[in-house]
């Protein structure tokens, strides 16, 4: 699916991709993206408090919303990870960014290998906030190694399923690059325009590291190898990638 929606009040366009959250965001003229990363990770609920606070403060409508980075304690199965997304997305609603079944939200969820949360949690969020950029801004979602084009049941669609080899972890990277490279397209950008890139796996990526994620762009100028599983059972690899004008920490 290359839907994008334009949300002129809240100050960006999102690739329309399930309810839980979108294929990624980028800021429309005028606005660029601000990233908040926690400090001190937060629960879900306290965690949307303080974002809320924290637009309030700067005077940004909720809308502003437009991405977030979570951490979870468990891989979820398929029913699990739904069941958490319908409560995750109530907060959505009552803000005004969740309606009509889509989400412009871009987000990330992936489990920590070492000392999980004992609950889900925010690690970070991005808002779009007036202001001039000399290039685009964008945030994309992380996505693991399954076809989405298939449909169906996720694990029917997992690339190379169960095979953590270097051939098969290659397989699985090249899946979410590909997948990656279609929504940055999408978004009207390039791994040229990223600013991070952040992959998430507790395999080496060593195997594939200089022509999958440095020659080929993700990786390009660096980037962060976080210890952490994608959120559902068996999938190994996951990606995701922005580019945005301020980075602070709260």
């Not at 937060?42 to 809308?63: M, N, S, V, W």
């Not at 409560?87 to 987000?107: D, I, M, Q």
């Not at 690059?177 to 397209?185: C, D, K, V």
């Not at 195997?207 to 994608?230: I, M, T």
Request: glycine share 8%; with cysteine.
């Amino acid at each position: 699916m290359t839907i994008v929606h334009d949300l002129p009040g809240a100050g960006y366009r999102y690739l329309e991709a399930f309810f839980q959250y979108s294929g990624g965001v980028r800021a429309l003229d005028g606005y660029h993206i601000e990233r908040v990363r926690l400090r001190h990770p937060l629960p879900i609920a306290e965690g949307f408090e303080r974002i809320e606070k924290h637009l309030q403060g700067l005077g940004l409508p909720l809308t502003s919303f437009c991405a977030c980075e979570l951490r979870s304690p468990a891989q979820f199965t398929g029913a699990g990870f739904r069941s958490f997304n319908e409560l995750y997305v109530k907060t959505l609603e009552r803000w005004g960014v969740f309606a009509s079944n889509r989400n412009p939200v871009a987000r990330s969820n992936v489990v920590p290998e070492i000392n999980p949360p004992a609950t889900p949690v925010f690690y970070a969020f991005s808002y779009a906030r007036p202001g001039k950029t000399l290039a685009p801004n964008f945030v994309t979602s992380g996505s693991g190694e399954i076809n989405e084009r298939n449909g169906g049941d996720y694990t029917n669609n997992i690339v190379a399923r169960g095979d953590t080899s270097p051939a098969g972890m290659r397989a699985k990277a090249l899946c979410v690059i590909e997948e990656i490279e279609r929504r940055m397209g999408a978004l009207g950008v390039r791994w040229a325009d990223a600013t991070a890139t952040q992959v998430y796996t507790v395999f080496d990526v060593y195997s594939y590291l200089a022509e999958d994620l440095v020659r080929r762009g993700p990786a390009a100028r660096g980037f962060e190898w976080h210890f952490c599983r994608p959120p559902l059972l068996e999938l190994e690899f996951e990606l995701d990638s922005r580019a945005v004008e301020t980075e602070r920490m709260l």
